[in-house]
Each structure stands twice: as structure tokens, then as C-alpha cells.
């Protein structure tokens, strides 16, 4: 695969082209100066090149070279070496030094010394556009990542709600069936259970159909009790999966408290925090070094509060930062706010605004 030509290639390329030319001139009459003067533009050169910031330099060796050709007098094709690094870097006011060709008089040194600064100022304009394109790129690159990692949030975040709202119909489902028809069917197999007892004891045949037939209705209470137990125990919601969260992280032991009543928190409200947690023990396992970390829930009428903190060291703040910064957008979007303490001890608080006469809640 064949790299493009870059700017600085081109740079690197002139300035050993002119180094080499100006380096066969001073060969061709040997004055001493001429040496120093090449030695201390190569020098300046590298600074730069090492440097950034210290492109300023380049007005030494315009002084330079001005100085050095009063004595000697070929030093004055050396201003074109300059003023082209010059135009590169953007020293525009350097071209002043162009009021010394009137006084040199010489036609060649004249185009040498401005299609010196014209090939610098063109490059560096090519350098300067190149590099706002890649800016360009980069910074919709960036956005592009951002969108990309929001949408797979919201997907996330939408089979999560999916999963909670299920759950919470089957548990709906459960209460209606044991508070309901449960209800029923017990007062039933009661009443069977008086009625018999008045039955004559000579009618063996009805007796038996009567016990078959409350045999039969107590094997249906048997298996409805059962179904309502696995409806209302499929999974875990609320406090009891932020609990098993706790209980399977592998780094080290996690102490878990609840505060308040829990039993009216939205099903929405424990999708973002079920996130929230889920972020901040991965980001503990991943880049920190925590022996203790301390889960605590407080719920109130008003607000339910879940802080995570660690006694780790932090490390890749800006990572943890990414992967917050969606669900600091998912809490702000209903009212909540998610907060991170870099103190003694690393924090991260979410605090979340609930009602209390909510009809979507999970008793937990």
C-alpha cells in the first residue's frame, strides 16, 4: 500500500535540497564564515523541528544571513533557504527581509530568493488545509462514535425496559390471579369442604362423585399456586437486582444497603439505575484497584439516591467519563442528575426525582 506525499515530506525534502546546494557553494570558494553560517541554519532548523513552538527562531537566521553577507557576499542565497522555512511556518512578516534584494541588485538572487518564500508560502498552505481536513475527519469521527455509542445505549436501554415491563405484567398477572380468582377457588373448596359434611352418609354414590369432584378442585388450587409462583419469580426487579448485580462482582466484596421504602420506585427509574450500577462496577473491575466498594439505595417519597463509591485508584478517567456521560443524559432526560467525586474515595451519585402515587411501580 502506497503512502500519500505529505507536506512535512516535502518540507524535509527542500530543506535537505537546499541544505546540499548551499553546502556545494561554500565548497566552491571555502570562506570559514560561510561554514559557521550553514552550521548555525542547520541547527535552527532542527530546534525547530523539534521545538514547535520556537518557529520564531527563524527571524535569527534572516539576521543571520544578512550579517554574514556583507562578508560573504553568497551568503545572500542563503535568505532564500530561510524565508521559504519562513512562508512554511507562517512567519509572514520574515518577507520584509525582501527590502534587502535592493540593495544586492542581483537579478538571480532576486527569483532565487522569492520563489524560495512563493514554494514556502504554497506549502504551508497545503500543510495548514491538510490538517484541518484531518481535523475535520477526526471531529466527525468523533461525532459519529458518540452517535453510534448513544443508539447502542438506547438499544440497550429499550430491551431493558422491555424485559422490566414484562415482568412487571406478569407479576400484575400474579397478584390478580391469587388476589382474585385465588380467592375464590379457596372459599369453593371451603364451602365443598362444609357441605359435605351435611350429605347423608347412605348416598355412597354421591359422596364418591363428591369427593372426586373436590379432589379434582383441589389439584387446581395446588397447580394455581404453583403458576402464580412462577409467574411473580421469574427474575429479579428492583432492590433484588441490584443485589444479585452486587453479589456477582468478582473484584472484590461489595456491602450493599437500601434505605426507605423501595416499593415506589417506576420500573424506568430501576432500568437507569440497574445501568448505572452495572457502568460502575465495570468501570471499578476495569480501572481500579478497589479491596472495598460500598453500594448504598436511599428512597424517600420524593427521590431515590444510588451511590457507588471505591477506594481504588482511577485510572483512564476519560474512558469512565464516555461511558457515564450516556447515562448522565438518561437521568438528566426525567429530571435526575449523575455526579462523579474524585475525592479520597471515587463517587458516583446518581439522584433520581420519583412520585409517590406513581401507578407503574415494583413492589421490591
Not at 481504588?312 to 467519563?321: A, D, H, L, P, S
Amino acid at each position: 500500500m502506497t503512502k500519500h506525499i505529505t507536506p512535512k515530506a516535502c518540507f524535509l525534502l527542500c530543506n535537505l535540497a537546499g541544505l546540499g546546494l548551499l553546502f556545494m557553494l561554500w565548497m566552491s570558494n571555502g570562506v570559514q564564515t560561510g561554514f559557521f553560517l550553514l552550521l548555525f541554519i542547520a541547527v535552527m532548523t532542527l530546534l525547530r523541528w523539534r521545538v514547535p513552538k520556537a518557529k520564531a527562531s527563524v527571524w535569527l537566521d534572516v539576521v543571520a544571513c544578512i550579517l554574514v553577507s556583507f562578508v560573504w557576499p553568497q551568503a545572500s542565497f542563503a535568505l532564500a533557504w530561510v524565508l521559504f522555512q519562513a512562508m512554511f511556518l507562517g512567519i509572514y512578516p520574515a518577507a520584509i527581509a525582501h527590502l534587502f534584494l535592493f540593495y544586492a541588485l542581483e537579478p538571480s538572487l532576486a527569483v532565487i530568493v522569492i520563489l524560495g518564500a512563493v514554494c514556502g508560502l504554497f506549502l504551508g498552505l497545503w500543510k495548514r488545509e491538510r490538517d484541518n481536513r484531518l481535523k475535520l475527519r477526526d471531529t466527525q469521527m468523533g461525532k459519529y462514535y458518540q452517535l453510534e455509542d448513544a443508539q447502542n445505549d438506547q438499544r440497550m436501554a429499550l430491551s431493558q425496559v422491555e424485559r422490566l415491563t414484562a415482568v412487571a405484567e406478569r407479576a400484575r398477572i400474579a397478584r390478580d390471579i391469587h388476589d382474585n380468582a385465588g380467592h375464590e377457588i379457596v372459599a369453593a373448596y371451603m364451602s365443598f369442604q362444609t357441605a359435605r359434611m351435611m350429605l347423608e352418609a347412605e348416598n355412597a354414590d354421591a359422596i364418591e362423585l363428591y369427593d372426586a369432584a373436590l379432589q379434582r378442585l383441589d389439584n387446581g388450587a395446588q397447580k394455581m399456586r404453583q403458576a402464580v409462583h412462577n409467574l411473580a419469580n421469574v427474575t429479579f426487579v428492583g432492590v433484588e437486582s441490584l443485589q444479585e448485580r452486587c453479589a456477582q462482582f468478582p473484584g472484590c466484596p461489595v456491602q450493599f444497603q437500601v434505605h426507605g421504602n423501595t416499593s415506589i420506585v417506576p420500573i424506568y427509574v430501576w432500568n437507569i439505575l440497574e445501568a448505572i450500577l452495572s457502568e460502575s462496577l465495570t468501570n471499578i473491575a476495569r480501572h481500579s484497584q478497589a479491596t472495598k466498594v460500598q453500594v448504598s439505595l436511599d428512597a424517600t417519597p420524593y427521590i431515590i439516591r444510588l451511590c457507588v463509591e471505591n477506594d481504588g485508584v482511577q485510572k483512564n478517567k476519560k474512558e469512565q467519563g464516555r461511558g457515564l456521560q450516556n447515562l448522565r443524559q438518561r437521568a438528566t432526560a426525567i429530571g435526575g442528575s449523575l455526579s462523579v467525586d474524585a475525592g479520597e474515595k471515587f463517587r458516583v451519585i446518581c439522584v433520581i426525582p420519583i412520585k409517590e402515587n406513581n401507578d407503574e411501580t415494583v413492589n421490591c
